[in-house]
């Protein structure tokens, strides 16, 4: 299976933005659809976005607008853009994979991926 490791999160302030990156080895990301869950403490996991291996993409609308989700395939790398940062974003975000045929299918149910990073810590103070 691919193996994932996420980078790019710290410490900001409510209305900064980061970028997360998730990098893939062991397989070719084109082969994934791809997604973005974060987890805060006491709290169970949580949908973020995904991205189909047609570019189809999907958000949580808690973060449809200030979120970006996108993928490198040449550089075997998914992206998470985060604007306007709130700090009911504080979270640890992780990066999943789930291989498939089809083209255009995401999913938002983390029993679905197959493949998990470790985890990068986002913290956001107001």
């Known amino acids: 299976q691919v193996q994932l490791v996420e980078s790019g999160g710290g410490l900001v302030q409510a209305g900064d933005s980061l970028r997360l990156s998730c990098a893939a080895s062991?397989?070719?990301?084109?082969?994934?659809?791809m997604g973005w869950f974060r987890q805060a403490p006491g709290k169970e996991r949580e949908f973020v976005a995904a991205?189909?291996?047609?570019?189809?993409?999907s958000y949580a609308v808690s973060v449809k607008g200030r979120f970006t989700i996108s993928r490198d395939n040449a550089k075997n790398t998914v992206y998470l853009q985060m604007n306007t940062l709130r700090p009911e974003d504080t979270a640890v975000y992780y990066c999943?994979?789930?291989?498939?045929?089809?083209?255009?299918?995401?999913?938002?149910?983390?029993?679905?991926?197959?493949?998990w990073g470790q985890g990068t810590q986002v913290t956001v103070s107001s």
């Open positions: 062991g397989r070719t990301i084109s082969l994934y659809p």
């Open positions: 999943a994979a789930k291989s498939t045929r089809i083209l255009y299918y995401t999913t938002q149910d983390p029993s679905e991926y197959d493949s």
């Open positions: 991205i189909s291996r047609a570019i189809l993409t």
